[in-house]
């Protein structure tokens, strides 16, 4: 079955500083979704990105990166230069194509101090 | 404007007191989706659907219905609930299957005592 491990639970930085969020995932499907969301306090689920399993190219969004390896199942996020904005919580997430469902990891709490 | 919408936002219950939560998108979006969310376990799926009278088991889909009789709309019916479904409910649609962008509703924290 599937499944999205975000081993960080919390992490705390201080603005300006470069951050990176680890997702690790799990499937026996060859053709497969990954997509971060942003939680901010306010609660509402924002977007960020969605990569298919047979594009490992490493995708530039401003301070955003995204490192997707195969080989080490993983879809890791970077954020460069933080800002106290981009304090929220953040979701990795799998979806696989013969399924539908989509699968969260845990989160990671990401605290910017200034 | 392009929205998901649920209501209540906020609901304090009783054990056992039969309760709906509506979500509705403006989307045309053949996909939906309910998800709880709980700390330190994250968004986990209860239902989807993948369009009109199609719907279809998630993670934990235990204590809760749903309908898809409509494409816009997409009720969680909790028939008798208990304590442990005390939790945060998002709502979600997308274009075509599961493995798109979905578009989240504001949220429903529900509380039952």
């Known amino acids: 079955a599937q499944k999205v491990t975000q081993a960080q639970t919390e992490i705390s930085v201080v603005e300006k500083e470069d951050v990176t969020l680890d997702c690790v995932y799990e499937?026996?499907?060859?053709?497969?979704?990954l997509f971060w969301y942003k939680q901010p306090p306010s609660g509402e689920l924002v977007f960020l990105i969605r990569?298919?399993?047979?594009?490992?190219q490493n995708e530039i969004s401003g301070r955003y990166s995204w490192n997707f390896q195969k080989s080490t199942s993983s879809f890791n996020f970077t954020i460069t230069a933080s800002q106290v904005v981009d304090s929220a919580v953040y979701f990795c997430?799998?979806?696989?194509?013969?399924?539908?469902?989509?699968?969260f990891g845990a989160g990671t709490r990401l605290t910017v101090k200034p | 404007e392009a929205q998901v919408t649920q209501n209540p936002r906020y609901l304090i219950t009783v054990t056992g007191k039969k309760l709906t939560v509506t979500c509705s998108q403006n989307?045309?979006?053949?996909?939906m989706s309910w998800y709880r969310q709980d700390p330190g376990l994250g968004l986990r799926q209860i239902y989807y659907?993948?369009?009109?009278?199609?719907?279809d088991k998630g993670d934990v889909p235990e204590g809760y219905k749903v309908s898809r009789k409509e494409k816009r709309n997409f009720p969680l019916i909790l028939e008798s609930p208990s304590p442990n479904q005390t939790s945060l409910y998002f709502c979600?649609?997308?274009f075509g299957t599961g493995v798109r962008e979905q578009y989240f509703g504001p949220g429903t924290r529900l509380t039952v005592t």
């Open positions: 979600a649609s997308s």
């Open positions: 499937t026996r499907d060859t053709t497969y979704y």
């Open positions: 990569r298919n399993s047979f594009d490992e």
């Open positions: 997430a799998l979806s696989e194509a013969g399924n539908n469902d989509m699968r």
């Open positions: 989307m045309n979006h053949e996909y």
């Open positions: 659907s993948m369009n009109v009278e199609v719907t």
